[in-house]
């Protein structure tokens, strides 16, 4: 978490628009931390850990990671990881057309 943090968080922004894709990079990485440490199907010392190291560092996060955290010590559910769609039984629709050979 340590070295996610050095290259992420933790640098220097550059100016301009390389800046607003850092942070933009920065803020899904910390989501996915938060995620990470909120999934109930991990290692119980997995969210320790990183919950450990976030409120260790909090003051040398930005402000909008430190509110996410502390809207995560609130209600952890709410960063819970989007479950993953289920593919419906069957063929695609439209399949058919893409199976059929091709006419030269």
């Excluded at 909008?64 to 502390?70: H, M």
């Excluded at 419906?88 to 893409?98: F, L, R, S, V």
Aim: overall charge negative.
């Amino acid at each position: 978490i340590a070295a996610v943090a050095a290259k992420t968080w933790f640098a220097p922004a550059p100016a301009g628009l390389a800046g607003e894709v850092k942070e933009a990079a920065d803020l899904a990485v910390f989501r996915r931390l938060l995620a990470l440490a909120a999934d109930t199907k991990g290692a119980p010392v997995t969210s320790a850990t990183t919950l450990g190291f976030l409120h260790t560092h909090r003051s040398r996060l930005p402000l909008y990671a430190q509110g996410l955290l502390e809207r995560f010590d609130k209600d952890p559910k709410e960063f819970l990881p989007t479950p993953e769609a289920l593919i419906p039984p069957g063929q695609p629709i439209g399949e058919d057309d893409c199976a059929a050979p091709a006419l030269n």
